[in-house]
């Protein structure tokens, strides 16, 4: 049994691989510092695993208490590092944030591991993002890496930079990045998902805020694109599909005999949905009619974005098997409790 440690384990990303990892048998730590997250989703963790999940409350960000955490912790031989702030929004607001709480909470991190002078297999958080505008569709993992659209796509950036330097020169780790694609659902016990702190930026909370009468409407950013609908395409992920990527890319790298391992893989589906079908398929699977308009084009999406998987598929024994209505009925079953529960 590995031990592995989940940095920002509350996140909505971080919940779901828990869950996942639980599951498999492995000996978890989770690290948060509840800057986006609640104790409600620990509490929902372990009603599902009925189990008491081992959780400290830490800031990556203090690097004394970062150190003696890790100290403490020395038979650590896995890390998922969620650990991050991911509002694109935001990011453009106030970068320093960004830099600081990415960047630095990763940097420190790393530093504390590489004092153990023990081999660290090292899952990092990456996104889609990194690749900006695609050249070529579906995108695979050699589509150039352009000037990051947002402070916050730049912090994957230089993190996978960082983790590509730091594998070349040390025996220690062995990294491997996960670019998600479009993440969206949630556990089908509805006792864990997403918190959107504030107005949802991405789509399926605003629907589902919007169905749940918290929104009185939903606007379609654009429908002037070069799809066949005018909407937007992106490859939408089960947030449970994507947390299983996770323990996959773990097995990976414990397998690995060599060293200085790193490499990126896409995680998503490899298919294409617009932003009406996403509505049409909640509307459909749901029963609930929802009340929406078309707006302008939101500044900064790509018209298209979605991903080539083989890779995942092929090196990592990796698929996707859970649907868009999954997810999408998974996700209208959290609004609805987390409505209730008032988190
Ligand atoms: N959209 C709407 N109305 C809304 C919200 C979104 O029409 O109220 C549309 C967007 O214009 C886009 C699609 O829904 O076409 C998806 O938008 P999201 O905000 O849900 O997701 P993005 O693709 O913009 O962003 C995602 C991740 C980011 C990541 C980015 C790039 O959420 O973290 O992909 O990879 F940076």
């Given at each position: 049994m590995s031990k592995i440690l989940v940095t920002g384990g509350l996140g909505y990303i971080g919940s779901h691989t828990v869950v996942e990892l639980h599951k498999s048998g492995h000996d978890i730590v989770i690290i948060d510092d509840l800057s986006n997250s609640s104790l409600k989703i620990l509490d929902g963790i372990n009603e599902i695993i009925n189990f008491n999940i081992n959780f400290i409350e830490l800031d990556l960000k203090n690097f004394k208490q970062t150190k003696s955490f890790i100290k403490e912790n020395?038979?650590?031989?896995?890390v998922i590092h969620f650990a991050a702030s991911k509002a694109v929004g935001e990011s453009v607001e106030d970068p320093l944030k960004y830099y600081t709480n990415n960047i630095s909470s990763l940097l420190n991190l790393l530093n504390a591991l590489k004092s153990l002078e023990r081999k660290i297999n090292f899952i990092f958080s990456s996104s889609?993002?990194?690749?900006?505008?695609?050249?070529?569709?579906?995108?695979?993992?050699?589509e150039s890496i352009k000037v990051a659209e947002s402070p916050y796509g730049n912090t994957k950036q230089i993190g996978e930079e960082i983790l590509f330097d730091l594998v070349k020169s040390s025996p220690y780790f062995n990294v491997i990045s996960l670019r998600y694609f479009n993440p969206i659902g949630a556990h089908n016990s509805a006792l864990i998902g997403e918190l959107p702190i504030?107005?949802?930026?991405?789509?399926v909370p605003f629907i589902t805020q919007t169905a749940i009468g918290k929104r009185e409407i939903l606007t379609i950013?654009?429908?002037?694109?070069?799809?066949h609908d005018g909407t937007c395409l992106r490859d939408y992920i089960h947030v449970v599909d994507l947390a299983n990527a996770h323990l996959k890319a773990l097995s990976f790298l414990i397998k690995k005999?060599?060293?200085n391992y790193f490499d990126t893989f896409n995680i998503g589906t490899g298919k294409a949905s617009s932003v009406l079908e996403l509505i049409k398929g909640f509307e459909e699977s749901t029963g609930i009619n929802l009340n929406y308009k078309i707006g302008d084009r939101r500044i900064g999406d790509v018209d298209q974005c979605f991903a080539e998987v083989s890779k995942a598929n092929n090196v990592l024994n990796w698929k996707s098997n859970l649907t868009i209505e999954d997810a999408l009925v998974s996700a209208w079953n959290w609004e609805k409790n987390i409505n209730n529960e008032k988190f």
């Amino acid at each position: 049994m590995s031990k592995i440690l989940v940095t920002g384990g509350l996140g909505y990303i971080g919940s779901h691989t828990v869950v996942e990892l639980h599951k498999s048998g492995h000996d978890i730590v989770i690290i948060d510092d509840l800057s986006n997250s609640s104790l409600k989703i620990l509490d929902g963790i372990n009603e599902i695993i009925n189990f008491n999940i081992n959780f400290i409350e830490l800031d990556l960000k203090n690097f004394k208490q970062t150190k003696s955490f890790i100290k403490e912790n020395i038979d650590i031989d896995g890390v998922i590092h969620f650990a991050a702030s991911k509002a694109v929004g935001e990011s453009v607001e106030d970068p320093l944030k960004y830099y600081t709480n990415n960047i630095s909470s990763l940097l420190n991190l790393l530093n504390a591991l590489k004092s153990l002078e023990r081999k660290i297999n090292f899952i990092f958080s990456s996104s889609a993002t990194v690749y900006g505008k695609p050249e070529i569709l579906p995108i695979t993992e050699n589509e150039s890496i352009k000037v990051a659209e947002s402070p916050y796509g730049n912090t994957k950036q230089i993190g996978e930079e960082i983790l590509f330097d730091l594998v070349k020169s040390s025996p220690y780790f062995n990294v491997i990045s996960l670019r998600y694609f479009n993440p969206i659902g949630a556990h089908n016990s509805a006792l864990i998902g997403e918190l959107p702190i504030g107005v949802p930026q991405n789509l399926v909370p605003f629907i589902t805020q919007t169905a749940i009468g918290k929104r009185e409407i939903l606007t379609i950013f654009g429908n002037d694109y070069d799809t066949h609908d005018g909407t937007c395409l992106r490859d939408y992920i089960h947030v449970v599909d994507l947390a299983n990527a996770h323990l996959k890319a773990l097995s990976f790298l414990i397998k690995k005999k060599e060293n200085n391992y790193f490499d990126t893989f896409n995680i998503g589906t490899g298919k294409a949905s617009s932003v009406l079908e996403l509505i049409k398929g909640f509307e459909e699977s749901t029963g609930i009619n929802l009340n929406y308009k078309i707006g302008d084009r939101r500044i900064g999406d790509v018209d298209q974005c979605f991903a080539e998987v083989s890779k995942a598929n092929n090196v990592l024994n990796w698929k996707s098997n859970l649907t868009i209505e999954d997810a999408l009925v998974s996700a209208w079953n959290w609004e609805k409790n987390i409505n209730n529960e008032k988190f």
